[in-house]
């Protein structure tokens, strides 16, 4: 199961912190991501992180203003998000990576949680 | 970034009927190709992996093709299950989303 929390709704420039928490599989043996959709709109890839945190990828716009970190103790994924702008609105999905080397397809996913940018 | 255009961007379709969607990569992306459906409310669910591999539990009536540039899924005798918007998505480098396929049922 994945579950993230941690959205809400916060000012132009302000930051969030999403969180989720994994469970019922070996955390510390996935990549990780954050995927996130436009409200009525699709998918956009934001960020993976590898099991041990050796590696962190980022999609351009995000990049610099964004922080995908792990804590494989506490089974937990997280995405600082700073300098948060109207165009970072969506719901963000935590997802995990399909367990085959170099796929690239994310197998399981969260629900989501709701990040609205707005003054 | 590796652009993705998936046509047509809405069908509508029968019960039993076959139907293709496909996606289009801006560079050559080999076979790293993975196609997902999304149901309204829902996360999304992983069908195809790898152009062609379908993943655990995915019906039959899935399958995808394709390699270097251009790739199609394809639904055989459509369910009404099979409502949904479909998403192709690239792994060769970075990740990146195709725009996605509505697909109705008639």
């Known amino acids: 199961q994945l579950v993230e929390s941690g959205g809400g709704l916060v000012k132009p420039w302000g930051s969030l912190r999403l969180s989720c928490a994994a469970s019922?599989?070996?955390?510390?043996?996935?990549?990780m991501n954050w995927v996130r959709q436009l409200p009525g709109k699709g998918l956009e890839w934001v960020s993976s992180?590898?099991?041990?945190?050796?590696?962190?990828y980022y999609v351009n716009s995000v990049r610099g203003r964004f922080t995908i970190s792990r804590d494989n103790a506490r089974n937990s994924l997280y995405l600082q998000m700073d300098s948060l702008r109207v165009e970072d609105t969506a719901t963000y999905f935590c997802?995990?990576?399909?367990?085959?080397?170099?796929?690239?397809?994310?197998?399981?996913w969260g629900q989501g949680t709701v990040v609205t940018v707005s003054s | 970034d590796i652009q993705m255009t998936q046509s047509p961007s809405s069908l509508s379709a029968s019960v039993g009927d076959t139907i293709n969607i496909t996606c289009r990569a801006r560079?050559?992306?080999?076979?790293?190709l993975n196609w997902y459906q999304q149901r309204p409310g829902e996360a999304p669910r992983l069908l195809i992996y790898?152009?062609?591999i379908l993943h655990n539990g995915v019906p039959s009536r899935f399958a995808g093709s394709g390699s270097g540039t251009d790739f199609t899924l394809t639904i055989s005798g459509l369910q009404p299950d099979d409502s949904a918007t479909y998403y192709c998505?690239?792994?060769?480098?970075?990740?990146?989303f195709g725009q996605g396929t509505k697909v109705e049922i008639k």
């Open positions: 997802a995990r990576d399909l367990p085959l080397g170099g796929v690239g397809a994310f197998d399981f």
């Open positions: 019922g599989f070996a955390f510390n043996t996935y990549t």
């Open positions: 992180i590898s099991s041990r945190s050796s590696y962190t």
């Open positions: 560079e050559s992306i080999s076979n790293s």
């Open positions: 790898t152009s062609s």
């Open positions: 998505q690239q792994s060769s480098r970075a990740r990146t």
